[in-house]
């Protein structure tokens, strides 16, 4: 069943709980209304983790458009969550704001991947962004989340900068009720926080991956080898139960190249797995 409104914006949810029973991670009780569905969950590396792609076919939200996602990964449960393609928030002449709101629950035992692709901000959007994750005992959460003002690199339209607009997007992980990380950025076009050395520089993407661990691995060498080979900026931060890194630069797929890298490297030390690419990220 599609909703919308009389004011004609797509109010789309989508509300899953997973759980492991019988050495399997499952889908157990869904709900979902609007365009916004998963697949049928894939299993490369075994029944314990499962590998699901979540769908919004429309691809795009305009002036009043919502879309709500709830996860809840129950004790033990292992899921990555990943989308087929970049999201993308169209130029709004209203007054509406469009906008994305991620709530993960991660109970002990339990991990979430979420590795969805990049979102686009286009010119003249106004648009919120918000993921809340709550981790109960030693849940583990793996996050990012790739954002790119306009498009300034597109061969099809070289002026597609984000002159217009403004995009608000918020990052807060709790863990057994305290504060562990919060993000939270307020950006209008051609304010001191999109132009400034204190902001984002003039550059089209900002990247954050956080992950709620202390690392026990060495990623200085390793950081340096990999910004070596990126046109932007990549930062690596190691604070009390939490790895943060950064990216700016005008190139999205260097932002996933970085971050898929790292994420190969240290999944072994938190999850004793090799990096399991999902099928969908190579087609």
């Keep these: 069943m599609h909703a919308k409104s009389n004011t004609q914006q797509w109010l789309a949810y989508f509300s899953g709980h997973f759980k492991f029973a019988h050495g399997r991670t499952q889908m157990g009780k869904t709900r979902s209304y609007g365009p916004l569905r998963v697949q049928r969950p894939f299993y490369p590396e075994g029944p314990q983790f499962m590998h699901l792609y979540l769908l919004h076919p429309p691809g795009g939200l305009v002036a009043g458009d919502k879309l709500s996602i709830d996860i809840h990964a129950d004790t033990n449960a292992h899921l990555l969550m990943t989308t087929p ?12 704001w469009q906008g994305q709101y991620v709530r993960i629950t991660v109970k002990e035992g339990a991990s979430v991947e979420w590795l969805p692709m990049e979102n686009i901000v286009f010119s003249g959007a106004k648009g919120h962004l918000t993921t809340e994750v709550e981790i109960f005992g030693d849940g583990l959460f793996v996050g990012w989340e790739i954002t790119c003002l306009g498009r300034p690199h597109c061969d099809e339209d070289a002026n597609e900068m984000f002159t217009t607009g403004e995009l608000l997007q918020t990052l807060t992980i709790r863990q057994d009720g305290q504060w562990l990380f919060k993000d939270h950025i307020h950006i209008v076009a051609g304010s001191e926080m999109q132009t400034g050395l204190a902001g984002l520089q003039g550059k089209s993407i900002l990247a954050t991956c ?11 060498e390793w950081q340096e080898t990999i910004a070596s080979q990126l046109k932007g900026t990549l930062a690596i ?47």
Excluded at 90 to 95: A, C, E, L, S
Excluded at 258 to 277: D, Q, T, V
Aim: charged share 30%.
């Design 85 to 96: 393609s970049a999201g993308k928030l169209y130029r709004n002449i209203t007054d509406l």
């Design 210 to 220: 956080v992950i709620n661990r202390d690392i026990d691995f060495d990623y200085t």
């Design 237 to 283: 931060t190691q604070k009390p139960g939490v790895l943060i890194a950064r990216y700016l630069g005008d190139h999205a797929e260097d932002a996933r190249t970085a971050f898929e890298l790292m994420w190969h490297a240290i999944r072994p030390h938190i999850l004793n797995r090799k990096g399991c690419e999902p099928r969908i990220w190579r087609t």
